[in-house]
């Protein structure tokens, strides 16, 4: 169970599409997509492409230079 005041961190150069809901104590990682309508329910890495409900990782995005 997660305490009440849990923070979420969203890292740099985030995209989080419309309609998402981040749950309370979540971290995205750097350079991360969050597609249209996702439930993010738990931590996504950096450099991915995330969906669904709950999200999950769809795609591995190279690494930024």
Partial sequence: MLPKD????IGR???????CIVLKGVTIGDNSIIAAGSVV??????NVIAGGTPAKIIKQLGAQK
């Fill in 6 to 9: 849990a923070d979420v961190t």
């Fill in 13 to 19: 150069n985030v995209w989080i599409c419309t309609q």
């Fill in 41 to 46: 329910t738990k931590d996504i890495p950096s």
